[in-house]
C-alpha cells in the first residue's frame, strides 16, 4: 500500500513503567492512547517492553504472553476504540522461545505485525531468541519499518528496512545508563537521540523512535524521544519526563522530492568496494 498523499500526524510516547506489573502499564497505555487519538494522531509509538517493564528477570516466563495473549487484545481493543495505530512493545511466548516484541495494530484492532528484535544487547541473550528478519509492514498510513531499541545501532540493518519500502521506521526502546557509562563515556539520552537522527539522515526516510523514562535496577531510562525528518532535523522531540510529542509527516511533497535530489546517499553507496 503506498503512503497517503496527505500528511499523517504521529505521535511518540514517552513513558514510565511499573515494573512486573501489566495491568498499570496498560491503563498507561491507555491513557497516552487516548491522548494521541486527541491530538489528531494516525499512529502512536510506545517504548520497548512498555508492558511490563524491561528487567523483569525471573518474572519472564510469568509476564510473556502468547501472540493472542490478554494484553495484545486489550491493546487491539485501545486501537479500535481510538480509530488510531498502536506500535507497543512487549514480550511474548512462541514456541517455547520468549521475544522482545514490537507490536502494530491498526485501527480496528487487528494485529498488522508482531515484529521480533534481532539484535539482543548483553544479557538479553541469556532471556530472549533473536528475531531472523526484518519487518515492513504495509498499512493504511504507509509502510511501516518495525525496530527495537539496539536494532538502530546497526545502520546496515536499517538500510535494509529502507530497501524493503519502509515510509517511515519506528523505533521502540529502552536506552538506560547508569553513572559509570555517563560519567565516564558520556552515554546520554541526547546522544542517542542524535543517533536517531544519523540513521533517519544516512537513509533519507522518516524515524521515530519512543523512549522510557524512570528507574529500574539501578538504570536510569534516558527519554529523549524524537521525531525525526530525512534531513536529520528534528521534527518533535522531548528530553526528560513523561509525555507526547507528534509532528506531521508529509510523504509525498515538493520539499522532501527537492532534499532527497541532493541528499542521494543509498545511490550513491559503493558496495563494490567496502568487501
Same mark, same amino acid.
Not at 215 to 221: Q, W
Not at 242 to 254: D, K, N, Q, R
Given at each position: 500500500m503506498d503512503a497517503p498523499n496527505n500528511p499523517v500526524m504521529i505521535a511518540v510516547v514517552q513513558m514510565d513503567c511499573t515494573l512486573g506489573e501489566v495491568e498499570p502499564n496498560l491503563k498507561r497505555i491507555a491513557h497516552f492512547t487516548r491522548l494521541a487519538a486527541e491530538m489528531g494522531a494516525g499512529i502512536a509509538v510506545f517504548p520497548e517492553c512498555a508492558t511490563t517493564g524491561y528487567f523483569v528477570g525471573e518474572q519472564l516466563e510469568r509476564l510473556a504472553e502468547m501472540p493472542d495473549g490478554p494484553s495484545l487484545r486489550a491493546?487491539?481493543? $485501545?486501537?479500535? /476504540?481510538? %480509530?488510531? @495505530?498502536?506500535?507497543?512493545? !512487549?514480550? =511474548?511466548?512462541e514456541h517455547g522461545r520468549n521475544?522482545?516484541?514490537?507490536?502494530? !495494530?491498526?485501527?480496528?484492532?487487528?494485529?498488522?505485525?508482531?515484529?521480533? *528484535? &534481532? @539484535?539482543?544487547?548483553? =544479557?538479553?541473550?541469556?532471556h530472549f531468541a533473536a528475531g531472523d528478519a526484518p519487518l515492513v509492514v504495509s498499512t493504511a498510513i504507509g509502510r511501516i519499518? $518495525?525496530?527495537?531499541?539496539?536494532?538502530?545501532?546497526?545502520?546496515?540493518?536499517? %538500510?535494509?528496512?529502507?530497501?524493503? +519500502? &519502509?515510509?517511515l521506521i519506528i523505533n521502540s526502546t529502552d536506552w538506560i545508563a547508569d553513572t559509570y557509562q /555517563?560519567?565516564?563515556?558520556?552515554?546520554?539520552?541526547? $546522544? /542517542?537521540?542524535? !543517533?536517531?537522527? /544519523?540513521?533517519?539522515?544516512?537513509?533519507s526516510t522518516f524515524l521515530a523512535m519512543a523512549n522510557r523514562v524512570g528507574k529500574e535496577a539501578g538504570f536510569d531510562c534516558l527519554g529523549w524521544s524524537c521525531i &525525526?525528518?530525512?534531513? +536529520? *532535523?528534528?521534527l518533535g522531540a522531548l528530553e526528560d519526563g513523561e509525555g507526547i510529542v507528534t509532528a506531521p509527516l508529509a510523504f509525498h511533497s515538493e520539499d522532501l522530492e527537492r532534499w532527497r535530489a541532493i541528499a542521494t546517499y543509498r545511490s550513491d553507496r559503493r558496495p563494490e568496494i567496502y568487501g
Amino acid at each position: 500500500m503506498d503512503a497517503p498523499n496527505n500528511p499523517v500526524m504521529i505521535a511518540v510516547v514517552q513513558m514510565d513503567c511499573t515494573l512486573g506489573e501489566v495491568e498499570p502499564n496498560l491503563k498507561r497505555i491507555a491513557h497516552f492512547t487516548r491522548l494521541a487519538a486527541e491530538m489528531g494522531a494516525g499512529i502512536a509509538v510506545f517504548p520497548e517492553c512498555a508492558t511490563t517493564g524491561y528487567f523483569v528477570g525471573e518474572q519472564l516466563e510469568r509476564l510473556a504472553e502468547m501472540p493472542d495473549g490478554p494484553s495484545l487484545r486489550a491493546l487491539g481493543e $485501545m486501537a479500535r /476504540t481510538n %480509530r488510531i @495505530h498502536l506500535a507497543v512493545g !512487549l514480550i =511474548v511466548k512462541e514456541h517455547g522461545r520468549n521475544y522482545d516484541a514490537q507490536a502494530l !495494530l491498526g485501527p480496528d484492532g487487528r494485529l498488522l505485525g508482531l515484529y521480533r *528484535k &534481532a @539484535h539482543l544487547f548483553s =544479557v538479553e541473550k541469556r532471556h530472549f531468541a533473536a528475531g531472523d528478519a526484518p519487518l515492513v509492514v504495509s498499512t493504511a498510513i504507509g509502510r511501516i519499518g $518495525m525496530t527495537i531499541c539496539y536494532d538502530l545501532i546497526f545502520p546496515e540493518y536499517i %538500510r535494509r528496512i529502507v530497501d524493503l +519500502g &519502509a515510509d517511515l521506521i519506528i523505533n521502540s526502546t529502552d536506552w538506560i545508563a547508569d553513572t559509570y557509562q /555517563t560519567s565516564v563515556w558520556g552515554w546520554s539520552g541526547s $546522544m /542517542t537521540q542524535s !543517533l536517531a537522527s /544519523t540513521r533517519a539522515l544516512e537513509n533519507s526516510t522518516f524515524l521515530a523512535m519512543a523512549n522510557r523514562v524512570g528507574k529500574e535496577a539501578g538504570f536510569d531510562c534516558l527519554g529523549w524521544s524524537c521525531i &525525526a525528518a530525512p534531513s +536529520g *532535523k528534528l521534527l518533535g522531540a522531548l528530553e526528560d519526563g513523561e509525555g507526547i510529542v507528534t509532528a506531521p509527516l508529509a510523504f509525498h511533497s515538493e520539499d522532501l522530492e527537492r532534499w532527497r535530489a541532493i541528499a542521494t546517499y543509498r545511490s550513491d553507496r559503493r558496495p563494490e568496494i567496502y568487501g
